[in-house]
């Protein structure tokens, strides 16, 4: 039956017209085109998306050291990690890092947007705000390490303006975390700024005209007009800013000392590293993998869930 199908297109190319010919032989070229720009990001994909990710899923019902066999343990390192109390606290930090860094970030990024917005030039705000974003982390947690040092200059300015003896930033259990962060706020503020502010530019004047004739103050504008509006937009910023905190390694890591101290900045991905890089137990540690995969499928679904109540879509367009 296959043969003669392509018999019958066969006949069919032989039976058009030159210029079919050619947008056939275009289209064949430019499909060729296609795959040849898109086959390097597909392969890329492939080998450090896809294959990490069955590796992982593999690993997580084994017992895998790295250089013995590996040995089949079914759900045991799932057992193991939701009684592990080192995974509870790692969870319990994670959740109050994305807890505040979110709500705070957002906000702290649409106050500033909406002040940028009214400014005619705002092209030296907005590289001053994003350049925390494109630098390094190495840099940022190295700039901030001096920052929160007992003589740094933070604690210096609250010492000489709260005439308090200056907080042990990174050495006080209490105060590790809001470290982290400060950081966090910091080096994520301006990707929320510029987002933010294309939001706002997408208003339809029209609206924001009406509401003035009809007498709306600043704050009325800006509640009952420019933030329905914009709730689309902040709603994808929260999405993304609360996967990106329940990720949150790098900066612990090069902040702190072994996630110190005593383990009050640890989250979930430092303790997926530590099991796995630090006591070589991939199984444990792709176990504790796929239940961050789930965790942040469970809270990415109620933040979808709820949106219908707050995000208004058919305003916004």
Same mark, same amino acid.
């Given at each position: 039956? #296959?043969?003669?199908?392509?018999? +019958? ?36 994909? /492939? ?28 759900? =045991? ?35 500033? =947007? ?6 005619? #030039? ?33 604690? /210096?300015?609250? +010492? ?44 339809? &004047? ?9 007498? +709306?103050?600043?704050? /009325? ?6 933030? &329905? %509006? ?10 993304? =800013?609360?996967?990106? #905190? %329940?990720? !949150?390694?790098? !900066? ?14 640890? !989250? ?27 965790? !942040? ?10 949106? *219908? *109540? ?6 916004? /367009?």
């Amino acid at each position: 039956m #296959s043969q003669q199908l392509r018999v +019958a297109q066969g006949l069919r190319s032989l039976q058009a017209s030159p210029v079919e010919q050619r947008e056939a032989a275009w289209r064949r070229a430019e499909r060729r085109w296609g795959w040849f720009f898109v086959g390097p990001q597909l392969l890329g994909m /492939a080998v450090f998306v896809v294959l990490p990710f069955v590796v992982s899923l593999v690993l997580a019902f084994a017992s895998w050291d790295g250089l013995t066999d590996l040995e089949w343990v079914g759900l =045991a390192n799932f057992a193991d990690q939701l009684t592990d109390p080192l995974l509870l606290r790692s969870i319990l930090n994670t959740l109050l890092l994305a807890l505040v860094t979110v709500p705070v970030g957002l906000g702290l990024a649409t106050v500033i =947007a909406v002040a940028l917005d009214r400014l005619r #030039s705002r092209a030296l705000y907005l590289v001053l705000f994003f350049a925390p974003v494109v630098t390094s982390s190495v840099a940022v947690a190295m700039i901030w390490q001096q920052l929160f040092r007992a003589d740094g200059a933070l604690s /210096a300015t609250i +010492a000489r303006v709260l005439g308090v003896a200056p907080p042990d930033w990174l050495g006080d259990p209490r105060l590790a975390l809001l470290a982290v962060c400060v950081v966090t706020i910091w080096a994520s503020l301006g990707l929320n700024v510029v987002i933010i502010l294309a939001g706002l530019q997408n208003v339809p &004047p029209t609206v924001v005209e009406a509401a003035r004739l009809d007498g +709306a103050g600043a704050l /009325a504008m800006f509640f009952r007009i420019r933030l &329905p %509006l914009l709730s689309p937009v902040l709603f994808y910023s929260s999405v993304v =800013a609360f996967i990106s #905190s %329940l990720q !949150t390694f790098d !900066t612990v890591f090069l902040l702190t000392a072994d996630a110190g101290p005593d383990n009050a900045t640890r !989250t979930i991905v430092y303790h997926i590293y530590d099991l796995g890089f630090g006591r070589f137990e991939f199984g444990p540690s792709s176990a504790a993998a796929v239940i961050l995969l789930v965790l !942040t499928l469970v809270i990415t679904g109620a933040q979808f869930a709820v949106q *219908r *109540r707050f995000v208004h879509y058919e305003d916004a /367009a």
